[in-house]
């Protein structure tokens, strides 16, 4: 059974920095596209970063291009997410998703409803 577990959310300054992790465990992850995605309060879940766990392919939300930085480490099976320069609205519940398929072309990867499992989420919370 596929699990992803995230973690390192919390309440920052705005101007701050997180780092959240993500820990996949039930399955052989190599051909996996692995996603982040963040919802806040009334609003549709969004795409933030994804990276293919072979080749460490990257995509980013044009709202946080060059302040995030999505990372994986395969021997821990581990995906992350760097936030630096946190401003109020990234505030939101942040998911970590996988797709086994690893299909990204076309942006197709930045469809929620491509992913296969969720995580059960991390708080952020930017205060300005």
């Known amino acids: 059974q596929v699990q992803l577990v995230e973690s390192g959310g919390g309440l920052v300054q705005a101007g701050g920095s997180l780092r959240l992790s993500c820990v996949a465990s039930?399955?052989?992850?190599?051909?996996?596209?692995m996603g982040w995605f963040r919802q806040a309060p009334g609003k549709e879940r969004e795409f933030v970063a994804r990276?293919?766990?072979?080749?460490?392919?990257?995509d980013y939300a044009d709202s946080v291009k060059g302040r995030f930085t999505v990372s994986r480490d395969n021997a821990k099976n581990t995906v992350y997410l760097e936030m630096n320069s946190l401003k109020a609205e990234d505030t939101a519940v942040y998911y970590c998703?996988?797709?086994?398929?690893?299909?990204?072309?076309?942006?197709?990867?930045?469809?929620?409803?491509?992913?296969?499992?969720w995580g059960q989420g991390t708080q952020v919370t930017v205060s300005s």
């Open positions: 998703a996988g797709d086994r398929s690893g299909a990204y072309y076309s942006g197709r990867a930045r469809h929620a409803t491509v992913y296969d499992y």
């Open positions: 039930g399955s052989t992850f190599s051909t996996y596209v």
């Open positions: 990276i293919t766990w072979v080749g460490g392919s990257t």
